[in-house]
């Protein structure tokens, strides 16, 4: 079991950068795949960044590719995502997800544990 918090999220400029947190505040996430999703009101869920559990493999939406970075400090049970050349589109709730032993997954029905999110607003 694991409890995960976001935070981070804020109102920026185009063009800012800013980097999300997500610390599990019970458990470990040392075998945990880690995922990053953000939804904006009345779309579904989309996926953003994942990690996998050893820590050795990440993949990335195509539209956040060459501007977020997602890492992992599994000494401090946290995982980042910097986001840089923040563009209005990535205004969102950002959510944190994490599953035992998980691979680079894209969707959301393959993790288990999820945080309360944090809104980012990126404003022109």
């Known amino acids: 079991q694991v409890q995960l918090v976001e935070s981070g999220g804020g109102l920026v400029q185009v063009g800012d950068s800013l980097t999300l947190s997500c610390v599990a505040s019970e458990g470990t996430i040392s075998n945990y795949g880690m995922g990053w999703f953000r939804q904006t009101p009345g779309k579904e869920r989309e996926f953003v960044a994942t990690?996998?559990?050893?820590?050795?493999?990440?993949y990335y939406a195509d539209s956040v590719k060459a501007r977020f970075t997602m890492s992992i400090d599994k000494s401090k049970s946290t995982v980042y995502l910097q986001m840089n050349s923040l563009e209005p589109e990535d205004t969102a709730v950002y959510y944190c997800?994490?599953?035992?032993?998980?691979?680079?997954?894209?969707?959301?029905?393959?993790?288990?544990?999820w945080g309360q999110g944090t809104q980012v607003t990126v404003s022109s």
């Open positions: 997800a994490a599953d035992y032993y998980s691979d680079c997954w894209d969707k959301e029905v393959n993790f288990e544990f």
């Open positions: 990690i996998n559990w050893s820590g050795g493999a990440h």
